[in-house]
């Protein structure tokens, strides 16, 4: 069909394109929103360098010091164990030590205590500082002793001599310990108990060279300068311990008890 062929359209028809055609364009128009004015430029926060913006609120607490971390991820070894017994350290197992040692180590306790209290040293004056590690051992060693010296001494009821020297300086020493912490002193029980026993070592060698020599003048030198001696470790312990105002009340039950002992060792034939 050529061009000449072609139908014309009806005016109605033409007219119905055109307003299609205006309604289409209208609906385009409508649909795309008018352009935005530029908002306007905001003001910049300064920033530090150094640090990274946060949103929390800064703190006044100082930064931790960073650690720096090791080459390797393989932690350090633990320390070794403590070998010395002068801290807080654990202490040896004494439970699967062999018996001669136990024996060894509680006769050089009882040797070093025994130079603290019956020989000259600095540290007489205190008896705090005489006796820290004190021990009931060396106490109960001395009284034994010459409760059997006493009974060995005597030529009749024998066995009566030992009780009754073992009662007397047992109880003795316990009274008088009792009466210095009466008397408000400032010492343990226990460690007043060690010292008065120790102070029994003076008395002990007198009684053993009386057993030997058989003669009353010798008997009373000996007793005299040893019951010195005992009163003469015991009172520096007595002393400190007890108010100056007091201290007379404290020594004499001691001298006292210490004279009782004298006049057995010289009375037992």
């Known amino acids: 069909m050529s061009h000449s062929d072609t139908i014309p359209l009806h005016p109605s028809s033409q007219s119905d394109i055109d307003e299609i055609e205006n309604l289409i364009n209208a609906s385009v128009h409508q649909s795309v929103p008018p352009a935005r004015p530029p908002s306007p430029p905001r003001a910049s926060i300064p920033v530090s360098v150094s640090a990274a913006p946060s949103p929390f609120i800064s703190s006044n607490l100082p930064t931790p010091p960073t650690v720096p971390k090791s ?30 040692d136990t024996v060894k180590r509680d006769l050089s306790r009882i040797v070093s205590n025994l130079k603290l209290v019956v020989f000259p040293n600095p540290y007489r004056e205190d008896p705090g500082k005489a006796l820290r590690d004190w021990d ?50 400032h010492i343990i029980f226990f460690q007043s108990l060690s010292l008065l026993g120790y102070c029994l070592f003076p008395l002990d060698v007198g009684a053993l060279i009386c057993m030997l020599k058989d003669n ?28 100056p105002r007091r201290k007379a009340l404290a020594l004499y039950p001691v001298f006292l008890m210490y004279v009782s002992v004298g006049f057995l060792i010289i009375a037992i034939d």
């Open 71 to 100: 080459s390797s991820s393989t932690p350090p070894p633990p320390p070794p164990p403590r070998s010395d017994l002068s801290g807080f350290g654990p202490s040896p197992n004494t439970l699967t030590e062999p018996v001669w």
């Open 136 to 185: 009931l051992w060396g106490p109960f060693f001395f009284i034994v002793f010459l409760g059997l010296t006493l009974s060995w001494s005597a030529s009749v009821k024998k066995s009566e001599v030992f009780a009754v020297a073992f009662a007397l300086l047992a109880a003795g020493a316990v009274i008088l310990t009792l009466n210095v912490l009466l008397l408000g002193g």
């Open 216 to 243: 009353v003048i010798v008997k009373v030198v000996v007793v005299c300068v040893t019951l010195a001696w005992s009163s003469w470790a015991a009172y520096p312990f007595m002393s400190s311990a007890v108010n």
